[in-house]
């Protein structure tokens, strides 16, 4: 192939380049070239292609270069509450910390600020997309949508629908009316933005009347959107879901009776599944539904260790999310870490055949697993999306010469976000 057939953004970046081929395989090139031919990845090389003979390579010196994380759940609003109540339980947080942040939010002034500062946060993060959790007001969240696109990061946004079981300023009147500004949202957001798109957002089963339910399902067969809600996070949340639902079988069944529970074109994230019983993880698996493992939230909240393994062997699709403010922490450095911390707990407390995670599969999680829900995306292999972030870890001194894996294993312990020198979304430098 000529140098005049290939697109115009078409460059190289070159260094320590490290990707997964498959949950339990790294492949690692130590000085290796990754190509970018418009938004998509050529592939890696060990040395530079003759037919990409002349491109722009920027050499990064012995940088770490992986494809962009993917966060599947964090929430924007609650970024400036972060590690405040980590000493208390779900339901008592929510209402004593959460709910009243969240209905500040009515105030556009305090909206963009806060807005402002996450948006900020995110981009100098490793992470490249993301599932966020915005709140009921639709003028805050298209503003949020709108600094997420002056980002360059790839996002899916949701405006939050719940109109039972909250507070008077933080519930929608009524599931007429949710949908009905649901709809407004929708139709505005998809002519705004091209980076950013929406995504239905259900808090949960308890703030979201089966009225109100059963109108996200219209709207989403209308729009085709995918959906993102939570599942068994708490004991005492699954108990109030089988109150409220008593004709349902399990916390999961509640959601797929209103047939929100993940079709092949309309998919559906469900984050923390730490209580699910066996008939829930047969349907998550049969519907195709993908568990988000949110570890740092789990423990703060004192909610529990979900059974990770069990969804991997299962064959379920998983991925990665920081919870924020859940998790006290942005980076996804630290979400990998947690990860393997409370899979060994599990292990040792809970199911001794459960084996821990590993760093190869914290990291496939958090670029290729998670990443699959945008697409093709997570991977340097050829055809995926060109996602790649450039770390810069000779801060972490070391007195012997490390190989590249137990760079990366010191970066999820060791690392911080401050480490990114350099991100690509699509191709496109955005940091």
Known sequence: ????????????????????????????????????????????????????????????????????????????????????????????????????EEAKYRDLAYAQKAYSLFAEALLKSATTRACIFATLHVPATLLLMELLEQTGLITLVGKVNMDRNAVPNLQEPDAQSAAKTTVSWIRESLCRFKNVKPILTPRFIPSCSDALMQSLKKIQRAYRLPLQSHLSENTEEVEWVRRLCPDAPGYAHAYDRFGLFGTPDCPTLMAHCVHCSDEEIALLQKRGVYVVHCSQSNTNLASGIAPVRRYLDAGIPMGLGSDMAAGAHLSMFRVMADSIQTSKLYWNLADRSAKPLTVEEVFYLATMGGGSFFGKTGSFAEGYAFDAVIVDDSGLTHPQPLTARQRLERLLYLGQDKHVVGKYVNGQKVL
């Open 1 to 100: 192939m000529e140098k005049r057939d290939m697109p115009k953004n078409t460059f190289a970046l070159k260094g320590v380049i490290c990707y997964s081929q498959t949950p339990s395989r790294l492949a690692i090139e130590p000085d290796g070239y990754v190509v970018c031919e418009g938004q998509k990845s050529a592939g890696v090389f060990s040395g530079l292609p003759a037919q990409y003979a002349g491109i722009d390579c920027l050499d990064t010196g012995g940088c770490l270069i992986f494809p962009g994380f993917t966060d599947l759940h964090l929430h924007a609003p609650q970024y400036a509450v972060r590690g405040l109540g980590m000493d208390m339980e779900l339901l008592d947080w929510l209402h004593t910390y959460i709910f009243p």
